[in-house]
């Protein structure tokens, strides 16, 4: 498969398929309208379970709409809530979550993710996360100039590097807010 490494949806859906395991928890902690929702329930064949969050009715009408038309299976929960209210939904350990921060596409640009809900999700799933667990986070820095990008960037650089291990991919040669790409994965169990 050819990736095209500077689009960033489309190289986290190539990490997607290579972190998933077809029976395991997944998260969309921000379902938008609902591409990262299908990629995760297809690429998990019926045998996983997706949660996907959205604060936004329309956002949760679109996925809702998009999984009931092209999801080949029923594996999966839209739900509409603030990802930071996933402990509320999810008991068990979960191997991989994304997040695709900003607002929703073709929707109101005053509706968008906040740090102050973004940093309780994260922290949320990061205990939730299994032994070699994934988090992907595409990151936008346009709709805020960038005030939640580097708020993101001063919370992940902080965690135990002993128990996680962060990548933060991004173009470096252009200048119209391109969306970085932050990778947590889960390295060792706390003691």
């Known amino acids: 498969m050819s990736v095209n490494i500077y689009n960033i949806v489309q190289y986290y859906h190539f990490l997607i398929s290579e972190f998933l395991t077809e029976d395991c928890i997944a998260i969309d902690a921000t379902c938008g309208n609902g591409n ?8 998990m064949k019926g045998k996983g379970f997706l949660y996907a969050f959205d604060i936004q009715e329309e956002a949760v009408s679109n996925t809702r709409e998009l999984l009931r038309k092209d ?22 350990h979960v191997q991989l979550a994304v997040f695709n921060l900003g607002y929703l596409p073709d929707s109101q640009f005053i509706i968008s993710t906040k740090i102050e809900t973004t940093i309780p999700a994260l922290e949320k799933m990061l205990s939730r996360l299994k032994l ?4 992907l986070i595409a990151a936008y820095s346009g709709h805020d100039k960038g005030l939640e990008r580097n708020a993101l960037f001063d ?4 965690l135990d590097a002993r128990q996680f291990k962060v990548v933060n991919h991004r173009i470096i040669n252009i200048n ?5 790409l932050f990778i947590i994965q889960k390295m060792h169990e706390t003691n």
């Open 71 to 92: 999801c080949k299976f029923n594996n999966y929960k839209v739900i509409l809530d603030s990802h930071s209210n996933i402990d509320q939904y999810i008991f068990g």
């Open 132 to 135: 070699k667990g994934y988090i």
């Open 155 to 158: 919370f992940l650089e902080k």
């Open 176 to 180: 119209n807010y391109p969306p970085e």
């Open 36 to 43: 990262d929702s299908l990629y995760l329930c297809n690429a």
